[in-house]
């Protein structure tokens, strides 16, 4: 009797293993299913690219150009809220379909993950307080600073480059809001962080000023791991149909006025 | 095999060699040892008069009342503080407390280590103050009395009698706070201080490797805490030769 239920328990593991590994494998063929789910990687706290609205769904210009995607290929969208620095790795690994958090296409981000074409152009700026006597990068440069940053995003990536031979120092915040919340109480003398963002929390935030002096201009792009070239192709096709017939243009007119 | 040797030492070379970032990490440990160690002997410093009004408080409060005397308001007072601090301490969790900590009541300060450092030194008091009330508590009733009866005041049996026991007993889960303690400052990267475990997390962020990194974190991670286990048990060795 034991030696039944034992045999019975070995296949129910072998079986429960074996549809495991089903799973990993139905992944890559998930394009063919009915309706199948096109899971996207962000990081919402970077507005008005993504955010959260009543701390639960993610909304923003990534996360409606992502839907129209998702509609485009018949797809159901669904958005993973996860730490800005773990998206190109969840991608790479097929954890996600694609990944699009406002990010940059760099040349170290290339060795990882292949870019879909650009959707929006993204300006890193810097805040000051008011009065500050910091008026360009290059003053931060020179002198003795401490510089805010989210951690892992283009501006902390161009920051630390540039920075690496100078007085002044970076400081990686968690989130955006974290880094202008600290200049705000004077414990980081400039944040730099990219324009739309920043227009929202100098908005938020009195005192504050945006330099008219660019940091660096981007373009913002959709990462997808680099086997998956299939989907690269589709999401390449849907981006150009709506820039092509203005429905990406509307979305970011519609969270940037006056841009 | 040659092929996967190859793709880790590139992984390595990727991630620590290159632009020296192994030098990152080595600063990272540095803040991380320095936050936990002074935070260590805050939460020792807090532990001890925390525990010493509560315990005092429990022992002798009965005595006072009925005497009456001046000395129960004001320990009954000082009771009352350290029982808030240790709920509200012990209530919520150590990245709300730092967050507090950083952008609300330091929010002026500078100086963001010592602020972290005061900041898991108070989180560490709670419990330091608890493990010991509990050493306290378990030595057997006799013995206060035995010391009192041989003309002992409070304090002295305390002092003579209590506390050496006391010492021996929790220094087991002295050392496990203490252990938890480091492990808890990885948080400090939420106010932005280049610890141990945001130093990897930054290398994470501009190699996008995930394996390199965070192994070499936990490594060190866990050979501090190895050295520490150690150095306890031979302190325990040495207390334990009173014994016999």
Redesign the interface.
């Known amino acids: 009797m034991k030696k039944i239920i034992a045999l019975i328990m070995v296949v129910a593991m072998i079986a429960s293993v074996a549809a495991l590994a089903g799973c990993g494998n139905s992944n890559t063929a998930a394009t063919e299913a009915p309706k199948p789910v096109l899971t996207m990687a962000t990081n919402a706290s970077f507005p008005p690219y993504e955010m959260k609205e009543d701390g639960e769904n993610v909304i923003g210009i990534d996360a409606e150009i992502a839907a129209a995607i998702a509609d485009k290929l018949g797809m159901t969208l669904e958005i993973v809220d996860i730490e800005?620095?773990?998206i190109?790795?969840g991608v790479?690994s097929g954890k996600y379909d694609m990944g699009m958090a406002g990010m940059t296409v760099t040349e170290?981000?290339l060795?990882?993950?292949n870019f879909s074409t650009t959707y929006a152009t993204g300006v890193q700026v810097i805040i000051v307080p008011q009065g500050s006597e910091i008026k360009s990068f290059d003053d931060i440069k020179a002198g003795e600073y401490?510089v805010?940053v989210q951690?892992?995003t283009t501006g902390?990536?161009y920051a630390?480059d540039d920075l690496a031979d100078s007085k002044s120092e970076v400081?990686?915040?968690?989130t955006g809001n974290?880094?202008v919340?600290?200049l705000a109480?004077?414990?980081?003398d400039a944040v730099i962080i990219d324009n739309e963002p920043a227009k929202s929390y100098v908005a938020a935030n009195d005192g504050l000023v945006i330099l008219d002096t660019d940091y660096v201009t981007e373009e913002y792009a959709i990462c997808v791991a680099k086997e998956n070239t299939e989907l690269l192709d589709k999401i390449n096709a849907a981006l150009k149909d709506l820039i092509a017939d203005g429905t990406v243009k509307k979305i970011v007119d519609k969270y940037i006025t006056a841009g | 095999m040659a092929e996967w040797w190859a793709g880790l030492s590139a992984q390595f070379d990727l991630n620590f060699i290159q632009k020296d970032r192994w030098l990152s990490l080595l600063r990272g440990l540095e803040n991380t040892l320095l936050i936990t160690f002074f935070a260590a002997i805050i939460g020792i410093l807090l532990g001890i008069i925390v525990a010493a009004v509560r315990t005092t408080y429990d022992n002798n409060g009965e005595n006072m009342k009925y005497q009456k005397s001046i000395g129960y308001y004001i320990l009954g007072f000082f009771n009352v503080i350290c029982k808030i601090y240790l709920t509200i301490i012990r209530g919520t969790p150590v990245v709300v407390q730092l967050l507090i900590i950083y952008f609300i009541i330091f929010a002026n300060s500078t100086n963001d280590i010592l602020v972290a450092t005061l900041a898991f030194g108070i989180n560490s008091g709670a419990y330091v103050a608890e493990i010991l009330r509990g050493g306290i508590m378990a030595i057997d009733k006799g013995q206060f009395e035995a010391g009192r009866s041989i003309g002992f005041n409070y304090l002295q049996t305390m002092i003579y009698i209590i506390i050496p026991q006391v010492f021996k007993n929790v220094l087991p889960t002295l050392l496990n706070e203490f252990i938890v303690l480091l492990k808890e400052t990885s948080v400090a990267g939420y106010v932005g201080i280049m610890d141990l475990t945001r130093a990897g997390n930054s290398i994470r962020g501009v190699t996008f490797s995930a394996f390199m990194p965070l192994i070499a974190v936990a490594l060190i991670y866990l050979v501090i805490v190895m050295l520490l286990t150690w150095l306890v048990g031979k302190v325990e060795r040495r207390l334990r030769k009173s014994e016999r």
């Open positions: 800005f620095g773990a190109i790795a790479q170290e981000r060795e990882s993950v401490k805010g951690l892992s902390d990536i630390t400081v990686e915040y968690e974290d880094a919340a600290a109480s004077k414990k980081v």
